[in-house]
Nanobody
Framework: QVQLVESGGALVQPGGSLRLSCVAS????????MSWYRQAPGRERELVAR????????NYADSVKGRFTISRDNAKNTMYLQMNSLKPEDTAVYYC????????WGQGTQVTVSS
């Protein structure tokens, strides 16, 4: 059974940084592409970034390009999202996701950017 546990969310001031983690279990992590999504209040869930199996190929939403970095450590079954220069509009619940397993959402981690 696919399990994804996100952590690292917090309240941070504009311009600050956070690193989110997603620990995966229940499947062969190193064999699957992974993604980060986010959902702000009253808005649909949106793709933030995705990463290939080896981590060589990454893609980002235009809104986070140049500020966020997705990475993975296959030896630790963990994916990361380094978020720099945070803005109030980055406030959302952040989820990791395995596209190959429909509905494989974790519980999410809350990121709030506010002064």
């Amino acid at each position: 059974q696919v399990q994804l546990v996100e952590s690292g969310g917090a309240l941070v001031q504009p311009g600050g940084s956070l690193r989110l983690s997603c620990v995966a279990s229940g499947f062969t992590f190193s064999s699957y592409a992974m993604s980060w999504y986010r959902q702000a209040p009253g808005r649909e869930r949106e793709l933030v970034a995705r990463i290939s199996i080896t981590g060589v190929i990454t893609n980002y939403a235009d809104s986070v390009k140049g500020r966020f970095t997705i990475s993975r450590d296959n030896a630790k079954n963990t994916m990361y999202l380094q978020m720099n220069s945070l803005k109030p509009e980055d406030t959302a619940v952040y989820y990791c996701y395995v596209p190959a397993f429909v509905g494989s959402w974790g519980q999410g981690t809350q990121v709030t950017v506010s002064s």
